[in-house]
């Protein structure tokens, strides 16, 4: 079963403006992560952001976290064309086994 | 230093078949973790190995199946194989085990087609 969930699922925007996607996840957890994935291609490592932090900057990418909610989000200020792609969040857990489990992602589109 | 590299990258077989995947970590890594992707189920975790051990096992029937030799390489098998279980496959390596490590790294992918 799925632990993250990305909304929205689908998300267009003009190149220039702003993307933030959202995850919801179910149980508590040590840390979460976020990647990319262009199309057909293997998952890219972006950012992790620990349950003890609440936000986290790299570059362009914003990332915050709200433990109380359960939900994290995930910001690209001034988008471009190359940031279309697909966009995932994984979080381990700390009942039960250990392993990263991932949402099932927001397809972003940035149109020139 | 050289990625996560995944054999073949793209394969076709019939039902009833079987396939073999393999994954070549980087150069140190100790975990190997296979994904299954496809659109309708998104990531699907399969299993993970670390120095040899299956380490975590996902929701997949006993036709899935995998190892990981002194090496760090890995392979995964799909007996029996069926319509549904057309998919990339995705393999990812770490140091440390996945969950305590902070990165995974992703290979390409092996993209299964079942016909």
């Known amino acids: 079963s799925q632990q993250g969930e990305e909304d929205p699922q689908a998300l267009s925007i003009q190149e220039g403006e702003n993307a933030t996607m959202n995850c919801s996840y179910k149980t508590s957890i040590n840390n979460l992560q976020w990647y990319r994935q262009n199309s057909g291609r293997g998952l890219v490592h972006l950012i992790l952001i620990r349950s003890n932090e609440r936000e986290k900057h790299s570059g362009r990418l914003r990332v915050t976290l709200d433990t109380s909610k359960k939900s994290s989000s995930l910001l690209i200020t001034a988008s471009r064309a190359a940031d279309t792609a697909s966009y995932f969040c994984a979080t381990d857990k700390i009942q039960g086994a250990q392993k990263l489990v991932f949402g099932q992602g927001t397809r972003l589109t940035i149109n020139p | 230093k050289a990625g996560v590299t995944q054999t073949p990258r793209y394969l076709i077989k019939t039902r009833g078949q079987q396939v073999t995947l393999s994954c070549s970590p980087i150069s140190g890594h100790r975990s190997v973790s296979w994904y299954q992707q496809t659109p309708g189920q998104g990531l699907q975790f399969l299993f993970e190995?670390?120095?040899?051990?299956?380490?975590n096992k996902g929701n997949f029937p006993g036709r899935f199946s995998g190892r990981q030799f002194s090496n760090s390489r890995s392979e995964m098998n799909v007996s029996t194989l069926e319509l549904g279980d057309s998919a990339l496959y995705l393999c990812?390596?770490?140091?440390?085990?996945?969950?305590?490590?902070?990165?995974?790294?992703f290979g390409e992918g092996s993209r299964l087609t079942v016909l």
């Open positions: 190995y670390f120095s040899e051990t299956q380490r």
């Open positions: 990812a390596s770490s140091f440390r085990p996945a969950a305590d490590t902070g990165e995974l790294f």
